[in-house]
């Protein structure tokens, strides 16, 4: 299957290529602006892929230009789907990434899908009006929205929380500034997440919506905990009011069942790395 992909040069493209090509996938990666409407219709028509994966987002809820998110994550989406829409030759699959961050404080622990959004960010708040804009494409595009949880893994910007402390112990500096060390996340794994995709671009139902998670939780004391254990060094905690967030979610645990039976549908076993392997693979090297 020849599949073109938005951000294949990012932290979660390049970990989806390499799972599509191990499987004999071709990636054409789009390189265009998203809010170059132009461009991205030239490339999609020059590429003729069998399918979408569209990754390139603005994805750091700290990013200073609120306004950003929406340009980005909303029109420069709208964009590829309109591109997608001049295509001679109808896409099998688009698979669109969102976000667990739509949920926000939900009353509700693990989250299914079926909960009622309650986003606390703009960047939430842009993934889920990017999901209903979507949605007005459902009649010409077989869409499949997915929600990853919290992951990560080596090549991941230093900007979010698990890479920056990784590169403290690995450093060994002495202290160490975080915000709110009492909220509690999934940490998955970057390899699960990219062999999730590449399966739910297959095998996804189109018009459904997919959380992509474990249903296991940490908080931050327990990762440092972790590291500390690994590497025989002990971080002073500082915590800095400026990166304490407003509205900050309290714990974002997903529930895994619809993801879950669509893989033993298929007969597939997504890769299922503990947070204790991930991080020692993280300490292991900085990037893919």
Same mark, same amino acid.
């Given at each position: 299957?020849?599949?073109?992909?938005?951000?294949?040069?990012?932290?979660?493209?390049?970990?989806?290529?390499?799972?599509?090509?191990?499987?004999?996938?071709?990636?054409?990666?789009?390189? &265009?602006?998203?809010? !170059? /409407?132009?461009?991205?219709?030239?490339?999609?028509?020059?590429?003729?892929?069998?399918?979408?994966?569209?990754?390139?987002?603005? &994805?750091?809820?700290?990013?200073? !230009?609120?306004?950003?998110? @929406?340009?980005?994550?909303? $029109?420069? /989406?709208?964009?590829?789907?309109?591109?997608?829409?001049?295509?001679?030759?109808?896409?099998?699959?688009?698979?669109?990434?969102?976000?667990?961050? $739509? @949920?926000?404080? &939900?009353?509700? &622990?693990?989250?299914?899908? !079926?909960? $009622?959004?309650?986003?606390? #960010?703009? @960047?939430?708040? /842009?993934?889920?009006?990017?999901? @209903?804009?979507?949605?007005?494409?459902?009649?010409?595009? +077989?869409?499949?929205?997915?929600?990853?949880?919290?992951?990560?893994?080596?090549?991941?910007?230093? #900007?979010?929380?698990? +890479?920056?402390?990784?590169?403290?112990?690995?450093?060994?500096?002495?202290?160490?500034?975080?915000? #709110?060390?009492?909220?509690?996340?999934?940490?998955?794994?970057?390899?699960?997440?990219?062999?999730?995709?590449?399966?739910?671009?297959?095998?996804?139902?189109?018009?459904?919506?997919y959380n992509v998670c474990t249903g296991q939780t940490y908080n931050l004391q327990s990762v440092i905990a972790q590291l500390s254990a690994m590497t025989g060094h002990a971080l002073t905690i500082h915590v800095n009011p400026a990166f304490v967030r407003a509205n900050e979610v309290h714990r974002l645990?997903?529930?895994?069942?619809?993801?879950?039976?669509?893989?033993?549908?298929?007969?597939?076993?997504? +890769?299922?790395? !503990?947070?204790?392997?991930?991080?020692?693979?993280?300490?292991?090297?900085?990037?893919?």
């Amino acid at each position: 299957m020849k599949i073109a992909v938005t951000g294949s040069n990012g932290f979660t493209g390049r970990f989806f290529a390499a799972a599509a090509a191990t499987a004999g996938h071709e990636i054409v990666p789009l390189l &265009s602006d998203l809010n !170059d /409407s132009t461009g991205l219709q030239r490339e999609l028509q020059a590429a003729n892929p069998d399918a979408l994966v569209h990754l390139a987002a603005i &994805s750091f809820v700290g990013h200073a !230009d609120d306004e950003a998110f @929406y340009k980005v994550n909303v $029109i420069g /989406s709208m964009n590829v789907l309109n591109a997608l829409c001049t295509l001679q030759r109808p896409v099998k699959k688009v698979l669109l990434a969102s976000s667990a961050n $739509i @949920y926000g404080n &939900s009353p509700h &622990s693990p989250i299914a899908e !079926d909960q $009622i959004p309650s986003p606390v #960010n703009h @960047y939430a708040m /842009s993934k889920l009006a990017m999901e @209903y804009m979507a949605r007005t494409y459902a009649d010409r595009l +077989p869409l499949v929205i997915t929600r990853p949880f919290n992951y990560t893994g080596p090549g991941q910007a230093a #900007n979010f929380v698990i +890479p920056k402390i990784v590169g403290h112990f690995r450093e060994r500096r002495a202290t160490i500034e975080l915000g #709110n060390i009492h909220v509690e996340r999934e940490f998955n794994d970057i390899r699960m997440i990219g062999a999730a995709y590449l399966a739910l671009l297959q095998y996804g139902q189109a018009a459904e919506t997919y959380n992509v998670c474990t249903g296991q939780t940490y908080n931050l004391q327990s990762v440092i905990a972790q590291l500390s254990a690994m590497t025989g060094h002990a971080l002073t905690i500082h915590v800095n009011p400026a990166f304490v967030r407003a509205n900050e979610v309290h714990r974002l645990c997903g529930d895994p069942r619809k993801l879950n039976a669509c893989m033993a549908a298929h007969g597939i076993e997504l +890769p299922a790395p !503990d947070l204790a392997d991930t991080l020692r693979w993280m300490l292991r090297e900085d990037a893919p």
